[in-house]
């Protein structure tokens, strides 16, 4: 389901492969670009622009970008693709990275992102060919709310190096979509581009995006065979590369095999991977710690909207000896960091009796937990559980009365059901997207009664279906 075909979602703030600004639009140019985004109102580029090497490219700062010479490159060659749709290129699992978690900072605030690859392809035309590109769902949220959606579309070429063929791109401002800045597609807005190459080796340059004026990205390689920390300890075989934009800004990212986009920036702008499966997949079933700590999580929060603060409390300590037992054998640093936060968040909004802090570090904590899940359970199993939480921040933010929060729950909602195909029959995935498109309404004519009983036939549904948590 695309929330901007089906429905209209909502929110927006900082970067993703650097667009960190977005364009304001008008809300009719922005309705007309769902579905169908239109071209880009700069030049287009014809396939052939790759060879322009040498050409000037201009900074968004003035002038021209410092690029590489034509000698430098290794994308200059037409690419052919006989089956694009099986990657092999380590650095770049596009066919072969199921889901994977990245944690980070923007500008001081926590960042998070979801990708998930989905089951279907989309065939693009370009360059006199007509090429199946695996489709990979980005989500991203700023201080836990959603910021950015953009569906990726890539396919390796037979050389083995990896094409970017474009991105439908959703920027998100305060649970609306406020532009479509960043969206492109090969042969309409102008030339694929290589986001890795088969072999890279130090000194290599490859432009990911080459729409200068829309897009546009220059990649040189500065270090290979590097050595980096892993979710599972050290990695080798990663590479280092230096990105140039078009501010003219240059930008470090790692690339390590089995993950892809390992890292992006550094500090308080910092993009990085925590959980990738199936590379950081563990055989068995879900631990039962992990289920009690997200039976835990949930039951705090039924316990203060019963208000019933000693049931919270004894819950709290559920959790904290379920986590406590499961981290005794080992967890990825970065999920552990972030089970941490939420359990000192949930804790000082239990010891001060604050219900909507309280409710809200539940959600955190058991959102956290899910991501541990991943090492075990199927993708869209912990999907369908991500969903009956956001159901439960819905319920939350609508008590609140916060409407731009409440647009950015459903939109959130509407792009996780697009990720849950695997664990939906005919009948549920209708009877789903019927109560989704009931809420949608609901909270498009702002009638936050009926968009509570939306909720409700929502939760019921998933209820039933859940099998992870």
Request: charged fraction near 20%; hydrophobic fraction near 40%.
């Amino acid at each position: 389901m695309n929330p901007c075909t089906d429905f209209y979602p909502a929110d927006s703030s900082f970067f993703r492969r650097s667009r960190l600004t977005a364009l304001s639009v008008a809300a009719s140019i922005v309705l007309a670009a769902c579905g169908s985004p239109p071209a880009p109102s700069a030049p287009s580029l014809p396939a052939g622009e790759a060879t322009q090497a040498d050409a000037c490219i201009p900074s968004e700062q003035g002038g021209c970008l410092p690029v590489a010479p034509a000698s430098d490159r290794v994308d200059l060659a037409s690419p052919t693709f006989s089956d694009p749709t099986a990657v092999t290129n380590p650095l770049h699992p596009s066919s072969d990275l199921h889901s994977a978690v990245m944690l980070g900072r923007s500008d001081g605030q926590p960042f998070r992102t979801e990708i998930t690859l989905l089951p279907g392809t989309k065939t693009i035309e370009w360059n006199g060919q007509r090429i199946e590109a695996l489709e990979s769902q980005y989500v991203a949220f700023v201080d836990g709310r959603i910021h950015e959606v953009a569906l990726d579309w890539y396919a390796q070429a037979d050389d083995g190096s990896v094409w970017y063929l474009g991105e439908d791109v959703f920027n998100y401002e305060d649970g609306v979509v406020a532009d479509t800045g960043g969206t492109w597609m090969a042969g309409r807005d102008g030339p694929g581009a290589m986001i890795m190459p088969a072999d890279p080796q130090v000194g290599n340059v490859y432009r990911p995006e080459n729409i200068p004026g829309v897009v546009f990205e220059e990649v040189t390689v500065q270090d290979t065979g590097m050595t980096v920390d892993g979710p599972k300890g050290p990695l080798t075989g990663a590479i280092q590369v230096e990105e140039l934009h078009m501010d003219g800004l240059l930008e470090g990212k790692i690339f390590a095999p089995g993950y892809g986009e390992f890292s992006t920036g550094a500090g308080d702008n910092l993009e990085a991977l925590a959980l990738g499966v199936p590379t950081d997949s563990l055989s068995g079933p879900v631990p039962p710690e992990l289920r009690d700590m997200f039976q835990a999580a949930v039951a705090i929060d039924d316990a203060v909207q019963a208000q019933d603060w000693t049931a919270a409390a004894e819950y709290q300590t559920n959790l904290n000896q379920a986590w406590e037992s499961y981290r005794s054998g080992g967890t990825p640093p970065m999920l552990e960091e972030q089970m941490r936060q939420a359990l000192d968040d949930l804790a000082v909004a239990i010891g001060d009796a604050d219900p909507t802090g309280t409710r809200q570090g539940a959600l955190q904590a058991a959102l956290a937990g899910l991501d541990f899940q991943l090492r075990y359970a199927p993708p869209a199993e912990v999907d369908l559980a991500r969903f009956g939480l956001w159901l439960r921040q819905l319920h939350l933010d609508l008590a609140s009365g916060m409407s731009g929060d409440v647009a950015g729950d459903v939109a959130t909602l509407e792009w996780i059901r697009g990720r849950l195909v695997e664990v939906l029959t005919v009948p549920h995935a209708a009877e789903l997207d019927t109560a989704l498109e009931q809420l949608r309404a609901a909270v498009d004519s702002e009638d936050p009664d009926a968009a509570d009983a939306a909720r409700e036939r929502l939760s019921d549904q998933v209820s039933r279906l859940g099998t992870v948590g």
